[in-house]
C-alpha cells in the first residue's frame, strides 16, 4: 500500500472515530445540558469491545510498572471525554490473586488514529460509591 493511500486510511479512519465520538455528544434539547470538548460523558455500554480491551489494557499496564498481578473482575462505571484523543475514566475491579477483589480508578488516554493507548492514571481506592 503506498503512502498516499495509508494517509488516506488513516484520515478515513479518524473521520469514522470522530464521528462516533461526535454522535454521543448531547445537544441543548428540553433544557438538557450540551455536553463537549473537555467534559466527562457516561460510556452507555460497559460490555463493549473497545470499552473492555482498554480496561484490560490499563490492568496490563499497571501490572508491568508495579510488578503486581492484578487480573480484571468487573467494569462498574466508565466515562470517556474528548481531548486531543479521548480519555477514558474507568471504575473497575480487580483481584490480585487470593486477595479479595479492590476499587479501582483508572484513565486511559487514547488516540485511536495513531493507535495510541497511555495508562495515564491507576490507583486503588479506600471507599467507592457506585451511584457517585
Known sequence: MGLKSLSILLFLTLLVQISFVLSDVSAVVGGRKAVGYGEWMPIKDLNATEVQDIARFAITEHNKEAKANLVL?????????LVAGLNYRLFLTAKDGGVRPGHYLTVVYVKPWLNYRNLTTFKKLLHYNRKG
Open 73 to 81: 473482575q468487573s467494569l462498574v462505571k466508565g466515562e470517556t471525554q
